[in-house]
C-alpha cells in the first residue's frame, strides 16, 4: 500500500497519474443520486457548477456512514461529460486530473474547509458492461475532517482547478449519516441488551 500523506494545496509538482497510482479490479455501482441537488449560494454555485458524478461508499448500496465507527469514507469519481460554462463539450476524467479534491457537508466546503484525501487514490478498472467500461478513482478521506455532524442526506466533493483552490467542479450523492454521540453499532448493542434483560425478566416472573 502507498505510504499516506495529506493533500494539501501547496504540493510539490504532480507526478503522472500512472506512476502515482496503483490500479485495482473491483466493482463499481453508478452513482445513485435520489436527491434533488440542493441551493447553493450564488459564489459557490459559479465557482463550483455541479458537474461531477460520483459514488459515496462505493460498496455499500445505502451509503452509509457511522460518525462514531469510521475512521475513513471513500469516494468514487467517476468520468462525466457536460458543457462549460464556454458552451464546449468537456470530458472530466479523474484518473487524468491532479488529486485536488475535498468532502464533507456543503457548508464545510462552501466555507474553504472539508477533508482532504489521505493519499492520492486508486484507479479502479471496471469488470463487467455496467460501467461503460471507463476507469473510476477510488479516494479515501478522513471522516472526522468531513465537517458532518449527523442527518445529512447529501454529502459533496469539490475538484479544485488549480492550487488558488478558488473554482473547480462539484459532485454529490445520498448519503446515511449517523451522528458520533451515538453510533448505529453501538444503538443496536443497547437495543439488544435491553430485549434480552426483558426476556429475562419475564421468565423469571413464571
Do not use: C
Amino acid at each position: 500500500m502507498k505510504p499516506t500523506q495529506s493533500m494539501t494545496s501547496d504540493d510539490g509538482p504532480e507526478s503522472t497519474p500512472s506512476t502515482r497510482r496503483r490500479f485495482l479490479k473491483g466493482t463499481l455501482g453508478a452513482a445513485a443520486t435520489v436527491a434533488a441537488v440542493p441551493s447553493l449560494s450564488g459564489i459557490a454555485a459559479a465557482h463550483f457548477p455541479t458537474e461531477l458524478s460520483i459514488d459515496i461508499q462505493p460498496e455499500n448500496a445505502e451509503n452509509f456512514i457511522d460518525l462514531g465507527d469510521h475512521d475513513t469514507v471513500t469516494v468514487a469519481v467517476q468520468q462525466s461529460e457536460f458543457v462549460d460554462g464556454d458552451g464546449e463539450s468537456e470530458t472530466f476524467d479523474p484518473t487524468e486530473r491532479d488529486v485536488r479534491y475535498r468532502f464533507g457537508s456543503r457548508l464545510a466546503l462552501e466555507d474553504g474547509g472539508g477533508a482532504r484525501p489521505v493519499d492520492d487514490g486508486e484507479v479502479r478498472q471496471p469488470e463487467d458492461d455496467s460501467e461503460g467500461g471507463q476507469e473510476s478513482l477510488v479516494l479515501t478521506f478522513p471522516v472526522d475532517e468531513t465537517g458532518l455532524d449527523g442527518g445529512e442526506e447529501t454529502a459533496w466533493l469539490y475538484w479544485e482547478r488549480d492550487e488558488s483552490g478558488d473554482h473547480g467542479y462539484a459532485g454529490f450523492d445520498s448519503v446515511r449519516v449517523y451522528g458520533n454521540d451515538l453510533s448505529g453499532r453501538t444503538l443496536i448493542e443497547q437495543l439488544q441488551q435491553v430485549l434480552e434483560g426483558d426476556t429475562a425478566n419475564g421468565s423469571g416472573s413464571d
